[in-house]
């Protein structure tokens, strides 16, 4: 019964390195989101796309950019990691006018 | 003043008690308000969805929405060890797909 899917639960990655995470929902959702959370700042909405093609920056895009070329796949992208985006990623997909449905998470460690 | 703001405990009660969670918001435009709850290293999962003032139960749970003090509030009765968890409310301007959050309150409930 798992709806969006998150490919990784856990990452290592070397600082410099470009990383990819994919999230994938089974669900037809319009729109997609990847959040970071952090203890003491919450979730925060790093970019989300209302269509195929389509994004839009959140309240922290910098060192990210995100792909859709598909519906039901959304991929967030650091182009060159660093220790301070070690953090748990979370994607989430929405349709109007509901909730969102969250995946497990990734947590990504840069060393 | 944040958008949202809730506290994030963290809160401690014995099994079988009442709990009480809320938040404040300042922006009279949001019309939707759901709480999420989180498991330690999970994404978060819808709890409940209203729409407006006034209350819904669902089970153990009870959300409350009060607009004219924007005002916010889960209960949980009958408490159990199960329910230690973060909960995050978060709320939506209508016509808006994106959702802003509370920090979360951190609860555990102790057997």
């Known amino acids: 019964d798992v709806k969006v899917t998150q490919s990784s639960r856990y990452l290592v990655k070397r600082t410099g390195e470009k990383v990819f995470l994919e999230c994938v929902q089974d669900m037809d959702h319009e729109n997609m989101f990847w959040y970071r959370q952090d203890p003491g700042l919450g979730l925060r909405l790093i970019y989300f796309?209302?269509?195929?093609?389509?994004?839009e920056k959140g309240d922290i895009p910098e060192g990210y950019s995100v792909s859709r070329e598909k519906k039901e796949r959304f991929s967030l992208i650091l182009e060159s990691a660093s220790t301070n985006q070690t953090s748990m990623y979370l994607c989430?997909?929405?349709?109007?006018?509901?909730?969102?449905?969250f995946g497990s998470g990734t947590r990504l460690t840069v060393v | 003043q944040k958008e949202v703001e809730q506290d994030p405990g963290p809160l401690s009660v014995p099994e079988g008690a009442i709990v009480s969670l809320n938040c404040t918001y300042s922006n009279s435009a949001f019309q939707y308000f759901m709480w999420y709850r989180q498991y330690s290293r999970k994404g978060p999962e819808l709890l409940m969805y209203?729409?407006?003032?006034g209350n819904k139960e669902d089970g153990r749970f009870t959300a409350q929405v009060d607009k004219s003090s924007k005002y916010i509030s889960l209960f949980i009765r009958d408490s159990q060890p199960s329910d230690s968890a973060t909960y995050l409310c978060a709320m939506r301007v209508g016509s808006n797909y994106k959702l802003t959050f509370g920090k979360g309150t951190l609860l555990t409930v102790n057997p």
């Open positions: 209203t729409y407006s003032s």
């Open positions: 989430a997909s929405s349709t109007a006018p509901y909730g969102y449905t």
């Open positions: 796309s209302y269509d195929v093609k389509m994004k």
